[in-house]
């Protein structure tokens, strides 16, 4: 099995920047089969959303229409991690943002077959 373990969440004024992280840890063997790694966010009283996706073999990337120009995603293989960049962070960024690893691209996080447990993200105005 593999664990995802997020961190980097906290709160920051509107403008400014976080950088959260997702490591995997487990059997060498599952990790290595991990095609694609994502984050998620909910915020209070709304749908879970993707937020960005990169596939860790070829780095394509996917990026919601209201985080674009603003987050960055990228891997370290070596470190088994995700980053997230976000930059120019609004109000509205402020979600329990969610790590997520499988085979392949999904907006259903649900069918990501590795979950993190979350990191709070708060803006304020």
């Known amino acids: 099995q593999v664990q995802l373990v997020e961190s980097g969440g906290g709160s920051v004024q509107a403008g400014g920047s976080l950088r959260l992280s997702c490591a995997a840890f487990g059997y060498t063997y599952s990790i290595a089969y991990i095609n694609y790694m994502g984050w998620f966010r909910q915020a209070p009283g709304k749908e879970r959303e993707g937020v960005a996706g990169i596939y860790t073999g070829g780095g394509g990337t996917y990026y919601a229409d209201s985080v674009k120009g603003r987050f960055t995603i990228s891997h370290d293989n070596a470190k088994n991690t995700v980053y997230l960049q976000m930059n120019s962070l609004k109000p509205e960024d402020t979600a329990m943002y969610y790590c997520?690893?499988?085979?392949?691209?999904?907006?259903?996080?649900?069918?990501?077959?590795?979950r993190g447990k979350g990191t709070l993200v708060t803006i304020s105005s």
């Open positions: 997520a690893a499988g085979d392949f691209m999904t907006a259903n996080y649900d069918a990501m077959k590795y």
